[in-house]
DNA sequence: CCTTTTATTGTCCCGCCGGTCAATTCTTGA
DNA sequence: TCAAGAATTGACCGGCGGGACAATAAAAGG
C-alpha cells in the first residue's frame, strides 16, 4: 500500500512500525525468559529463542543485554499502572480510588506466581543497575501518589503519609509471599488483608465508628 | 595437644573443627559478595578472593556452588533466627512476645541495605532451587508460629491467623522497600509501622476500647 | 618418625555467553 | 525496476566461569 495510506494506518493503531512490533516482542520474551530462568540464567540465546529469532537480532533492537532488560522492567511497569489508571478513571470517592490502586494491584492477570518472579530477579538487579532503579522509584512514586489521591479525604492529614508506606509495603509484601510460596496466599485473601489495613488503620484514631 | 584435650576443647568451644571455620568463613564471604553483586555476578572466585583462599579451596569444601550459596543462605537465617529468639526469651506477655519478633526483625545490625540486597538475590532464585525453597519455607513457618505464640492471647481465634499473615508480609514489604530505595525507610518507621498495624488489627472488631 | 588424612594451590578444560561483523535477504519508496 | 536502507542470519571471537584434577604442603595420629 502506498505511503500515506500506511501512515493513516499507522496513527490509527498507535505508531507500530515494524520495528515497534519487534522491539515489543523481544521485551516481552526477555520477560518471559526471566520468569523461568532468573536473572542468573536470562541469557540472550533464550531470548531470541523464545521470540522465534535469532541472538543478533535482539542485539540489533537493544544495545546490549542491560538495555533489554531495562526495557523488559519498563514493559511490566507499564502494565501494571495500565492496570490500575483503568479501575482509577471509574473511582468517584475516595475510597473508590483507595480500591482501584488495591485491586488493581491484585488483578487476575497479574498476581501470578512467574510474574512475580520475574519482577522479584529484577527487583534483586535495581541496586546494580541505575535505570532499573530509576523505573522503580518511579513506579513507588505513582502508587503512594494514587493511594494519598484517596487518603487525603479519609485520614488525618499527618497519618495519610504513613498509612500509604504501609500499604505499599503490606503490597510489596504480599507479593513476595506468592513469589516465594505460590498458593500460600490467595488474590482475594490478598486484597482482603491490604482492606483490612486500611480500615483499620484508618479508625485507629477516629472518634470509635465501632461496634455502632 | 593429645586427642583427648582436643576433644574436650572442641567439645567446650562448640564443635570447631578447622574445616567448619573453614566453612563458615566461606559462606559468610559468600554472602558478603552476593551483597555486592547479586546472584548474577556472584562467582567461586570472587567468593574465594574475598575470602582471601582460592576456588579450589571454596570447592574443597562445598559440593558446587548452588551448596555454597544454600549454605550462605541457611547462615543469614540462623543469624535473623539468633536476633528473635534472645528477645524472645525475655519476653513474658503474649505482648512482648510480639514486640520481640518485631524488634528482632529491625535490629540494627540487621536491617541494613546491603544484607537485604543478598537476601533479595537469594529469595529471586528459590523459585529454581528446591534447597533455598526448603530454607525460606522454615524461616516463614518459624516466624508465623512466634507471632502467632503471641497472637493467640490478644486476637480473636479466627483472625489471629490473618493477622500473622498480614505482619509477615508487613515485614518483608519494608526490607523490601529497604532495598529497593535504601533511606526510604528507617528502622524505628519500620518497627513503628508494623506495631501500629498489629494494634490497629487488635483493635479492629474489639470492644471498643477507643477514646477511653 | 613415619604414615595417612586433610588442606590448599595452580593448572587445565570445556562450554557458554555477550558482543561484533560481514554477508544476505527483504522492504520500501521513487 | 532499481537502488538504498532495514531486517535478519550465522559465523566468529575473546573471555570467563564452573568444575575436575594432580601435585604439594601441612597435620594428625599412632
Redesign the pocket.
Known amino acids: 500500500m502506498?505511503?500515506w495510506i500506511?501512515n493513516a494506518w499507522m496513527e490509527a493503531v498507535k505508531l507500530k512500525?515494524?520495528?515497534d512490533i519487534?522491539r515489543k516482542e523481544l521485551r516481552q520474551a526477555a520477560f518471559a525468559v526471566l520468569e523461568r530462568e532468573g536473572i542468573a540464567?536470562?541469557?540472550?540465546?533464550?531470548v531470541?529463542a523464545h521470540a522465534?529469532?535469532?541472538?543478533?537480532?535482539v542485539?540489533?533492537?537493544f544495545?546490549?543485554?542491560?538495555e533489554l532488560f531495562e526495557h523488559a522492567m519498563r514493559e511490566a511497569n507499564a502494565v501494571l499502572r495500565d492496570a490500575v489508571v483503568a479501575r482509577l478513571r471509574q473511582a468517584r470517592t475516595p475510597m473508590e480510588r483507595l480500591d482501584a490502586v488495591i485491586d488493581g494491584n491484585f488483578e487476575e492477570h497479574l498476581f501470578l506466581p512467574p510474574l512475580c518472579h520475574a519482577w522479584l530477579s529484577l527487583c534483586a538487579e535495581v541496586p546494580r543497575d541505575e535505570k532499573l532503579a530509576r523505573i522503580q522509584k518511579v513506579l513507588h512514586a505513582r502508587m503512594r501518589s494514587n493511594l494519598l489521591s484517596g487518603l487525603h479525604g479519609l485520614a488525618l492529614p499527618g497519618e495519610a503519609d504513613e498509612i500509604a508506606l504501609g500499604v505499599t509495603a503490606l503490597i510489596d509484601g504480599l507479593w513476595l509471599r506468592l513469589g516465594l510460596e505460590p498458593g500460600s496466599v490467595s488474590r482475594e485473601q490478598a486484597i482482603r488483608q491490604v482492606k483490612d489495613f486500611v480500615a483499620a488503620r484508618l479508625a485507629m484514631h477516629q472518634p470509635a465508628t465501632v461496634g455502632a
Open positions: 502506498s505511503t500506511r512500525r515494524l520495528s519487534r540464567g536470562a541469557t540472550l540465546e533464550k531470541a522465534g529469532a535469532s541472538k543478533g537480532i542485539l540489533h533492537y544495545r546490549n543485554k542491560q
